[in-house]
């Protein structure tokens, strides 16, 4: 117990007054009373490092400089090899042979009467056929190494789901399928050009192979008219290379090569059509150069039909984008001949 001492004053007369308080009133006695704790840097020789403190210490500046400092490293490590600057985005390549996409001499949407039969001209499959590569043929040997590997490792999933004699099968179905589809396809848009009754042919029976397909097209014929050829073969001459397209057609009033193409995934996007886009420009640069169509042909139209009735996507491909896509073919076509 402490005891304070204070001093009253009464009057002329000074009184001592006593105030009593217990210790346990404070807490700084109970800190007072606590053992002391041990510093961490308690255990450390401090004679061991005390040369080593005094040289950090007592060096004021130091005696290396940028240059000392890099040939040192140079001696370690080897010379600095500086990295390239980033640059700003992959390098674009441009074809060495930028061949024009429209025919100068032709013009474009020209008068040429749009009635009467689709144009078709057939390919020489025969002993004496063309030795000219095909559009098909320049783009499956063009594959980039991605695709490449996106497509075997699908093959070897379905290998593996089906075996070896079930994914022949499949991929024979799909090809059969594929030809009625077309077939299909262009007996609707001749009896559609050589008729005026076009209900009729909206009316038409079609095999049970292909009858979701026509169905999955159905509005997108509906928007077709004037067709003036139909799988017909065209060919450039100056690039040595040909192919057969589906369709040429007006779409909404606008002349286009038509792609029609089946899937069994929705393809909502152009994105997801591939390799087509530029196939479809392939086949109106060589019609546009070709003097068996007496017109130009500058946009396109992928058409992706589905087995089971679902709406067609159909992609529109503009004047730009057949640009952009002929540009592409024009670089595959030369790592072809390369």
């Known amino acids: 117990m402490f005891i304070l001492k204070r001093v009253g004053c009464f009057g002329s007369i000074m009184v001592p007054q006593c105030t009593s308080l217990f210790v346990g009133n404070f807490s700084a006695c109970h800190c007072l009373s606590s053992p002391k704790r041990h510093s961490p840097y308690s255990s450390v020789d401090s004679e061991r490092y005390s040369s080593l403190v005094k040289a ?30 980033p640059s700003s985005g992959p390098e674009v390549r441009v074809p060495k042979n930028l061949h024009p996409f429209l025919n100068c001499e032709e013009t474009v949407e020209t008068e040429e009467a749009e009635s009467g039969p689709p144009t078709r001209i057939l390919l020489n499959r025969g002993k004496y056929r063309s030795p000219v590569p095909s559009v098909t043929r ?64 909206e009316k038409a029976e079609y095999q049970p192979d292909v009858q979701g397909y026509m169905e999955s097209i159905s509005h997108v014929l509906a928007d077709v008219s004037a ?60 019609l546009n150069s070709d003097g068996n169509y007496k017109y130009q042909v500058e946009n396109g139209l992928i058409v992706v039909a589905y ?5 067609a996507h159909a992609h529109q491909l503009s004047s730009e984008l057949m640009l952009k896509y002929w540009t592409t073919w024009l670089l595959r076509l030369e790592n072809f001949i390369e």
């Open 138 to 201: 320049i783009l499956q040997q063009t594959l980039s190494p991605e695709q490449i590997f996106y497509l075997e490792r699908w093959k070897r999933k379905m290998i593996a789901t089906l075996g070896e004699e079930g994914f022949k099968e499949y991929s024979q179905n799909l090809f059969r399928q594929g030809k009625l589809f077309h077939s299909a396809v262009e007996d609707t848009l001749m009896s559609d050009a050589t008729s005026m009754d076009k209900e009729s042919s």
């Open 56 to 85: 950090v210490m007592s060096s004021k500046v130091s005696s290396q400089t940028p240059e000392n400092l890099q040939e040192e490293d140079e001696h370690f490590y080897g010379p600095v090899v500086k990295a390239r600057k």
């Open 227 to 286: 067709v003036r050829a139909t799988e017909s073969t065209v060919q450039h001459a100056e690039l040595n290379y040909l192919g057969i397209m589906d369709c040429v057609a007006r779409y909404r009033g606008v002349l286009c090569l038509i792609d029609w193409k089946t899937s069994e995934k929705p393809k909502p996007f152009l994105s997801n059509t591939f390799d087509n886009p530029i196939q479809v420009a392939a086949y109106a640069g060589a």
């Open 307 to 311: 087995k089971d009735g679902s709406p």
